[in-house]
C-alpha cells in the first residue's frame, strides 16, 4: 500500500516544491533568496530549443522547453489579427521581453498571409546579442530598449507577454508604456491574484525546465488596469491559453491567475472629452 500511495502521490509533492510562495515586503528582500532571472542556463536552453524549430527538428517550443505538438496562443494570435486588419493588413510589433522570439514562432504561421509584419524583440542585452547573431531575418529583429526599436519602426502594438511581473518597479513601467503612445497594448499571460494589493512572490522554476528562481509579482487586477483607462479602452480579456495558468497556487493555494488584456488607444477627439 505505501507503494501505491508514493506511486499515485509522488509526483505531486514533488511538485509542491516549485511554483510561487512567499509575500515579500520589498524587492530586494525577494532578490536575496533568488538566483536571478539572468542565469545563463536560461539562454543556453532557449537557444538550443529556438535552434531546433529553426532547423526543423522540433514543432514547439514554450518557457525554453520543447514540446512534441504545437500549442498555438490563439487569443493573442486573434488580436495581432484585429489589430493588422485595421492597419492595411501591416503589423509592426515591439515584443517587450520576448526572449529570443518565442512568440513569434509560435505566431508566425497565422501571420504569413499579412502584407508586412515587422517583430521586434525587446530584451536583455546577452538575448540581443544572441539574436541578432542566431535568429535574426526579414521580419524579426532584436533591440537593447524600446526607443531604440520605435527609430527604427513606428509599432501598432507592444506585447508583453509573461514580462511585467518580472520588472522591479512594474507601476513605474506602467507609466512610462502608456507614455509612448502606442495604438494597441497587448497583454498575455500576465499574473494576479485574489486580493486588493499586489503579492510579492518568488518563483521556483522545476528543474526539467531549468534551475532558476526569481522574484514574481501578482497584480491586483482592478489596480492594474486603472492607470490605462485614462488614455485606452479595453477592448478584449481572455485567459491564458496554457493549461493550468487559469488558476495558479501561491504557497500551494489556489489564489492567483494568469490572464490577458487588449487595450485600443482612445482617439483624440475622445480623449478631449474625458
Known amino acids: 500500500m505505501k507503494k501505491l500511495i508514493k506511486k499515485i502521490f509522488g509526483k ?4 509542491n516544491q516549485y511554483g510561487w510562495f512567499g509575500d515579500y515586503p520589498n524587492w530586494q528582500m525577494a532578490v536575496n533568496n533568488t538566483s536571478g532571472y539572468a542565469s545563463k542556463n536560461i539562454l543556453e536552453k532557449t537557444k538550443n530549443a529556438l535552434l531546433k524549430i529553426k532547423a526543423g527538428e522540433a514543432i514547439y517550443e514554450r518557457d525554453s522547453v520543447l514540446f512534441d505538438k504545437k500549442q498555438y496562443p490563439f487569443p493573442l494570435i486573434s488580436c495581432l ?27 508566425k504561421d497565422f501571420l504569413k498571409y499579412l502584407t508586412k509584419v515587422n517583430w521586434h524583440v525587446v530584451e536583455q542585452k546577452e538575448y540581443v546579442s544572441c539574436g541578432k547573431e542566431l535568429f535574426k531575418n526579414d521580419e524579426l529583429d532584436f533591440f537593447y530598449n524600446i526607443d531604440e526599436s520605435i527609430t527604427i519602426q513606428k509599432p501598432n502594438v507592444i506585447v508583453l507577454s509573461s514580462v511585467i511581473q518580472y520588472l522591479e518597479k512594474p507601476h513605474d513601467f506602467i507609466n512610462k508604456l502608456i507614455d509612448y503612445n502606442i495604438d494597441y ?8 491574484v485574489l486580493r486588493e494589493k499586489d503579492r510579492l512572490t518568488k518563483q521556483i522554476v522545476p528543474p526539467e ?24 479602452d479595453l477592448i478584449a480579456e481572455f485567459t491564458s491559453y496554457v493549461e493550468g495558468e487559469s488558476m495558479m497556487n501561491i504557497d500551494n493555494q489556489p489564489i492567483g491567475y494568469d490572464k490577458g488584456f487588449l487595450l485600443k488607444k482612445l482617439d483624440a477627439q475622445l480623449l478631449h472629452t474625458l
Not at 505531486?12 to 511538485?15: A, F, V
Request: proline share 3%; glycine share 6%; aromatic share 20%.
Open 12 to 15: 505531486d509533492i514533488k511538485r
Open 81 to 107: 489579427l484585429h489589430i493588422a486588419s485595421g492597419n492595411n493588413n501591416k503589423l509592426n510589433v515591439i515584443d517587450f521581453g520576448g526572449s529570443l522570439g518565442s512568440s513569434w514562432f509560435q505566431v
Open 185 to 192: 497594448i497587448l497583454f498575455d499571460r500576465t499574473a494576479f
Open 209 to 232: 525546465i531549468y534551475e532558476a528562481s526569481y522574484p514574481a509579482w501578482f497584480f491586483n487586477e482592478k489596480n492594474f488596469l486603472k492607470p490605462f483607462l485614462h488614455k485606452y
